[in-house]
Structures are given as C-alpha cells and as structure tokens.
C-alpha cells in the first residue's frame, strides 16, 4: 500500500522558537495533503488542506500565521509551528490521497509528537 | 456531514471474531461508510469501505444494512495488534468540490482491547 512518512517522529521545543513538520508521501503523487492535530485521549482534528503549489485552506479556529503550511512539491508539504507554546503541544498526523483512490481512502503519516517546554 | 454513533469502547478474545457497529440512521443515498482504525500513537490506518453491497478485504468485511442506516465492521479473527480505535466515517463525494471533498471527520470511535 502507499506510505506516508513524516519527519521527526517527535520533538520537544522550547516555548517562543519553530517547529518545522514533514510529511512524505513516498511512493505515490499527492495532489492533496491534510494535516490533522490529537489531544491526548481525543479524536483527530483536521486542521489544513494543503494544495500542491497553492495556498493551503485551514479550517475555522486555526490560525493560519501560526500554522504554515507549504505545498511545495507532489511528495511534500511542510507544516511549521511558530512561535510555539505550550499549548500546542500535540501529536500532529498528515495524510495524502493517491489521485486514483477510491472515494476517500487516504494514507496517514506514522505522525509527530510536539511537546513545548 | 450525516452523524455516526459507536460504542465508546469494546472488548474481544483474541482469535474470536469481532463484530464493531456503527449506527448512521441520517445517511444519504450518496454517503460512502468508511473505516479506519488507529493503532496507539500511529496514525490512523484505512481499513475498508463500501456504499450499498457488503465487501470483503485482507483486513476486514463491512456488513451494510439493507437501510443503510447502519453497518458493521468484521474481524475475524481478533488478535493483539487489532486492538486499536476504529472509527467509522460517513463521506459523500457529490456534496462537495475540489479536494475539500475528501476530508474526513472524524467522531471518537470505538476502542477495541483485545484480551490474550
């Protein structure tokens, strides 16, 4: 099956400096990258659809210039966490979609886990 | 999106099957059922999906109600790496447009723990 990695697989910053995520897709093109966060003990929550040389779309609440997000090849979106605080400490997942899945079938990344300090 | 409903958390034997349901009694006729599943501290896994005919893979079968207002997800033989949560996610592809049509939303699933 398609694999999705991401880099590093957790990282510990200290409060006010940035974190930059990866997420590869490795043997397939993604047109189209998500970027999910997980609070301990709850569920997923998309934070950005991410677009192969567009802007990404975030979804209502995240706060874009704290979450960037680049696109920048078919393999590759990067999500950066400026400014970090101690509140943004999560486990971070991206997902892709092979252009030809069926439906909804997405791949996710093994994840990051950031802690704040 | 239309709501799903699933036990907060399950229990199974290992090498006995499971049987996980969901409930979506709001479906539309265009809703895929989707599955996933996410192993601790992994990210979470595709499992299967299906829209009206029951369906069958390596991982799991997905049983759909002849209302579709619910299904369920089999595994046959439960062993100590299927303890995980498994979410069930409803998706219609014509609602929406561009690649905001395949996000996924996902609820709080079921944990499934399975016993040695």
């Known amino acids: 099956g398609a694999v999705v990695s991401q880099h590093p697989s957790w990282v510990i910053c200290k409060s006010g400096t940035s974190v930059k995520i990866e997420c590869r897709s490795l043997?397939?093109?993604?047109?189209?990258m998500f970027w999910y966060r997980q609070f301990p003990k709850q569920s997923l929550m998309l934070m950005a659809t991410s677009n192969e040389g567009s802007k990404a779309t975030y979804e209502q609440g995240v706060e874009k210039d704290k979450f960037l997000i680049n696109h920048a090849s078919l393999t590759l979106s990067t999500l950066t966490v400026t400014s970090a605080h101690p509140e943004d400490s999560s486990f971070y997942i991206c997902?892709?979609?092979?252009?030809?899945?069926?439906?909804?079938?997405?791949?996710f990344g093994p994840g990051t886990r950031l802690t704040v300090t | 999106d239309a709501k799903t409903t699933q036990p907060n958390s399950m229990e199974s034997n290992e090498e006995e099957p499971v049987h996980l349901p969901c409930n979506h009694s709001?479906?539309?006729?265009?809703?895929?059922i989707h599955w996933y599943r996410q192993l601790p501290s992994q990210g979470p896994e595709y499992v299967i999906h299906g829209l009206t005919s029951n369906v069958n893979n390596r991982m799991a079968s997905l049983a759909i109600a002849e209302d579709r207002k619910s299904s369920t997800l089999i595994l046959h033989r439960a062993t100590l790496r299927d303890a995980a949560v498994y979410y069930c996610?409803?998706?219609?592809?014509?609602?929406?447009?561009?690649?905001?049509?395949?996000?996924?939303?996902f609820g709080k699933g079921t944990k499934l723990s399975v016993i040695p």
């Open positions: 709001t479906i539309s006729g265009t809703d895929y």
């Open positions: 043997d397939f093109q993604a047109t189209t």
């Open positions: 997902s892709a979609r092979p252009p030809l899945a069926l439906t909804y079938e997405q791949y």
């Open positions: 996610i409803l998706r219609d592809p014509i609602a929406y447009s561009g690649a905001g049509s395949y996000q996924l939303t």
